[in-house]
């Protein structure tokens, strides 16, 4: 067959800004506020910097698989390879579900921004909805260096206006513009710093962790880095420091010029006016600041958009390519593209949106699942990373020689992971624990039923077995470039 392979045309900058970008999204940018409200300046801090722990070791481990192996629709290969065959259909076809809905509220959620425009209020949600996704679509289908330009021009625009309002944050804290300094006198304002005590922060480390979600799309991009043993680690390295630098800096200077008490932070209504980067930003005199805001909205959920189409795509040719999907969706066309994935895709995302334009509770309840779909594919990957190592260990092999980037604290990093999984997952139920909700209960265990149906499935039916330690494939993957 003439195109084997995808062209690596991602270079190290894409893919950092990728990085990056994946997990700044309307989480910051709307919900900070709330999570400031809810647990406190204090809680929200230690949340944020528990995760943000917690993400470094993910990453890490996903950054030395990814050097290691590196292909296109990473986590499926990963699971298949290093676990069971079982696993690797389980974790690829999941991520595709998780991937295609998260696609489709981006480009829900950009055709409810648009309407606050008078301008554009003349043409429906739905019609709106068609055409971003032609616009993802099309950004997708060229070549993956339209991808990686967009995707790495729509997560600066994030970025620059995170910067933006650090630095101008700052200055209105010690008084140099924006009036009277304030300093930190709201961290002390009623029960501040820490607001509801244990409830109220593990409540917002449950949001606080679902709000990193998409931080690993950038394992999927080491199949089409044009270096990824150079890519990979510069970008997990500069990730963990910026991303904390971004949500923990944000999270302080929010929490510094809004005292917890304002009830424009819980911003139930989920308003562009109430976000607290508008509040701050009409704070200093800025003219149009929910204007301002509601642009940069409109890019992350485009940019999330974007990446959601692109992880989609490049895991259902890797399924292919592992004959755990039709082959016709491993093929790729002339310019070395999976456009028959995309268009699958495409198709499902599409359904998506009329089932939500149709039937919107039904579909709330599909989007309700997501959080412990992510936290299921976070953790098959980290005990892939656990057991290549084990294997490396078993078959006597030099580590050094093997893994051009070596994850920090191994094994300790894999165990912080593994515990914070678990915490999310039953944290994300407590309150219905604690009620004993039997229903609500059930309904927040679905998606781990679903994947061990799916998992016991595809064992069942293809008598696979777990891969002993002692037949894991340790050669190392050559990237043709």
């Known amino acids: 067959m003439k195109n084997k392979e995808m062209d690596r045309d991602l270079k190290t900058r894409h893919i950092s800004m990728i990085a990056i970008g994946g997990s700044i999204g309307t989480g910051l940018f709307m919900a900070s506020g709330a999570i400031v409200s809810q647990a406190g300046p204090g809680g929200a801090l230690v949340a944020y910097i528990l995760i943000g722990i917690m993400i470094y070791f993910l990453m890490t481990s996903l950054g030395e698989l990814a050097t ?60 709106w ?12 289908a060229f070549s993956v260096k339209s991808f990686g330009e967009a995707e790495y021009w729509f997560s600066f625009i994030k970025v620059v206006t995170i910067i933006i309002f650090l630095v101008m944050g700052l200055l209105m804290i010690f008084g140099i513009i924006g009036g009277e300094p304030v300093g930190l006198k709201n961290f002390s304002v009623g029960e501040a710093p820490f607001v509801n005590g244990v409830l109220g ?33 510069k ?7 910026r991303i904390l630098f971004f949500y923990i800096g944000s999270i302080f200077v929010i929490a510094a010029l809004i005292p917890y008490t304002d009830p424009r932070l819980l911003n139930e209504a989920s308003d562009v006016a109430m976000s607290p980067f508008t509040i701050i930003f009409e704070k200093l005199g800025i003219l149009f600041a929910a204007s301002l805001m509601n642009t940069v909205i409109l890019t992350a959920v485009l940019s999330a958009g974007n990446s959601g189409l692109y992880a989609t795509s490049r895991l259902l040719y890797s399924l292919s390519q592992e004959q ?18 995309l268009l699958l895709t495409t198709g499902l995302i599409i359904l998506t949106i009329i089932y939500a334009h149709i039937n919107m509770g039904g579909y709330a309840k599909l989007l309700s699942m997501l959080g412990t779909l992510v936290l299921i594919v976070w953790a098959i990957s980290v005990i892939s990373h656990y057991r290549l190592r084990k294997a490396i260990r078993v078959q006597q092999k030099n580590t050094a020689d093997l893994l051009t980037y070596q994850a920090p604290l191994y094994p300790l990093g894999n165990i912080i992971v593994l515990t914070t999984i678990v915490f999310l997952l039953i944290g994300q139920s407590y309150a219905d624990i604690a009620a004993l909700n039997w229903p609500k209960l059930i309904e927040s265990f679905i998606p781990i039923l679903v994947a061990l149906a799916a998992y016991i499935g595809y064992k069942t039916l293809h008598k696979t077995r777990v891969v002993q330690y002692e037949e894991i494939d340790l050669s190392k993957y050559e990237v043709n470039r």
């Open 129 to 140: 909805c068609l055409i971003f996704l032609a616009v993802l679509f099309l950004l997708n």
């Open 235 to 241: 970008a997990i390295k500069q990730v963990f420091w």
């Open 68 to 127: 290691f192996y590196p292909v296109s629709g990473s986590f499926s290969a990963y699971a298949k390879r290093f676990i069971d065959p079982a696993a690797g259909f389980m974790v690829g076809w999941l991520y595709w579900v998780i991937w295609s809905l998260v696609a489709s509220i981006d480009i829900i959620t950009a055709a409810k921004v648009l309407s606050y425009w008078d301008i554009f209020s003349g043409i429906g949600s739905f019609v």
């Open 324 to 341: 755990q999907a039709p082959a016709l969706l491993g093929r790729l066309n002339k310019r070395n593209m999976p456009f028959n994935a």
């Open 201 to 233: 922060l593990l409540g917002v480390l449950v949001v606080a962790g679902f709000s990193f979600g998409g931080t690993e799309v950038v394992a999927v991009t080491a199949g089409e880095s044009d270096n990824p043993k150079e890519s990979m680690p």
